[in-house]
């Protein structure tokens, strides 16, 4: 028979071993943005783009938070002319200001599963004139000195992934169509698993008290 004292070592390395493998959860997010040369071809120009944002996540995780900054700061999101729906079983919260022209588009989610996505319409203007017609391929990258649009993606329990956008992405062409495709994918921390490890060590120091 084990006595305490090996009983709780046990205990402990299987506690350790348990929070060594799900310490952390694979996941993955992709945001397509596609936009046409001509109004009426896909619904959308290369003005007022189409988003897509897909929750690929091997894991149960949904996405909480979606983040975008303009890049190009001479230029703004528009949110008036911009088109953020209630999707499926999603709720959708705008955390990017009350203000018609914003610099960031912050968007947070309830209900977004893995294998679902999000699709919404993003309208870019110049600051300097109303309504200007703007190409979002030299507004978030492509863009001369002006620094490339970052964008991040929140999972349940607080993990992050986020991407700076590569100076010239290859688009796939169909046409007068252009998309692009932007693939986050990483690990990021299980809700809980501190909670787990902690009571690990509680039991633990409690048998070695009654040891």
């Given at each position: 028979?084990?006595?305490?004292?090996?009983?709780?070592?046990?205990?402990?390395?299987?506690?350790?071993?348990?929070?060594?493998?799900?310490?952390?959860?694979?996941?993955?997010?992709?945001?397509?943005?596609?936009?046409?040369?001509?109004?009426?071809?896909?619904?959308?120009?290369?003005?007022?783009?189409?988003?897509?944002?897909?929750?690929?996540?091997?894991?149960?995780?949904?996405?909480?938070?979606?983040?975008?900054?303009?890049?190009?700061?001479?230029?703004?999101?528009?949110n008036k002319d911009s088109t953020y729906p209630t999707s499926g079983n999603k709720t959708i919260t705008l955390n990017s200001g009350s203000?018609?022209?914003?610099?960031?588009?912050?968007?947070?989610?309830?209900?977004?599963?893995?294998?679902?996505?999000?699709?919404?319409?993003?309208?870019?203007?110049?600051?300097?004139?109303?309504?200007?017609?703007?190409?979002?391929?030299?507004?978030?990258?492509?863009?001369?000195?002006?620094?490339?649009?970052?964008?991040?993606?929140?999972?349940?329990?607080?993990?992050?992934?986020?991407?700076?956008?590569?100076?010239?992405?290859?688009?796939?062409?169909?046409?007068?169509?252009?998309?692009?495709?932007?693939?986050?994918?990483?690990?990021?921390?299980?809700?809980?698993?501190?909670?787990?490890?902690?009571?690990?060590?509680?039991?633990?120091?409690?048998?070695?008290?009654?040891?």
């Amino acid at each position: 028979m084990f006595n305490n004292m090996t009983k709780s070592l046990l205990g402990l390395g299987l506690t350790l071993a348990v929070f060594g493998t799900a310490q952390a959860y694979p996941v993955s997010a992709q945001l397509e943005i596609t936009g046409s040369s001509e109004v009426g071809i896909t619904g959308h120009t290369l003005n007022v783009s189409g988003w897509t944002l897909s929750n690929l996540a091997s894991s149960s995780l949904d996405i909480i938070g979606f983040d975008f900054t303009i890049g190009d700061t001479t230029r703004h999101f528009d949110n008036k002319d911009s088109t953020y729906p209630t999707s499926g079983n999603k709720t959708i919260t705008l955390n990017s200001g009350s203000t018609d022209r914003v610099d960031n588009i912050s968007l947070s989610f309830s209900g977004f599963n893995r294998t679902e996505a999000y699709l919404f319409a993003v309208d870019i203007d110049s600051d300097s004139l109303f309504n200007q017609w703007e190409a979002f391929n030299t507004v978030l990258f492509n863009n001369g000195s002006a620094a490339n649009s970052v964008f991040k993606v929140t999972f349940a329990g607080g993990g992050i992934l986020s991407m700076t956008l590569p100076e010239t992405p290859v688009a796939v062409v169909n046409g007068k169509i252009s998309t692009y495709t932007f693939t986050l994918t990483g690990e990021v921390p299980v809700p809980g698993t501190l909670l787990l490890l902690a009571a690990g060590m509680i039991g633990f120091r409690t048998r070695l008290l009654k040891a």
